[in-house]
């Protein structure tokens, strides 16, 4: 009977050792897999800015049609809000802000550095 509750008693759980191994192979996959979705969550930051731009763009030729206004005219937000709805006007995923610029023109974001750009 004592020989049976040992042979148990070795059996049940893990060692110290083999959870250390499994601790650091979750370790070096985790170092692996972050810098590669920082990379695609930025890559996705800026097609969708590029995408907001081309939409700002499109837009302000829009107003600048209905209105008959000149290639130099420049829109302010609020004029083309109407065109987007209420709270819909695009902003920068990476917090970012646009400038509008001249119908002849197109919209700049400051986070062009990071390629956010038309």
């Given at each position: 009977m004592i020989r049976i509750a040992n042979q148990?008693?070795?059996?049940?759980?893990?060692?110290?050792?083999?959870?250390?191994?499994?601790?650091?192979?979750?370790?070096?996959?985790?170092?692996?897999?972050?810098?590669?979705?920082?990379?695609?969550?930025?890559?996705?930051?800026?097609?969708?800015?590029i995408k907001n731009l081309h939409s700002l763009s499109e837009t302000k030729q829009q107003w600048g049609f209905e209105n008959?206004?000149?290639?130099?005219?420049?829109?302010?937000a609020a004029q083309l809000q109407l065109y987007?709805?209420?709270?819909?006007?695009p902003t920068c995923p990476a917090r970012g802000t646009y400038t509008l610029r001249a119908l002849n023109r197109e919209p700049i974001c400051n986070r062009a550095a990071l390629g956010h750009t038309y």
């Open positions: 148990r008693q070795k059996l049940a759980g893990f060692t110290l050792l083999e959870v250390m191994i499994i601790a650091a192979i979750v370790g070096i996959m985790a170092m692996i897999a972050l810098p590669n979705f920082a990379k695609a969550h930025a890559n996705t930051q800026q097609k969708l800015c008959r206004k000149l290639p130099t005219a420049t829109p302010t987007y709805g209420k709270n819909r006007m």
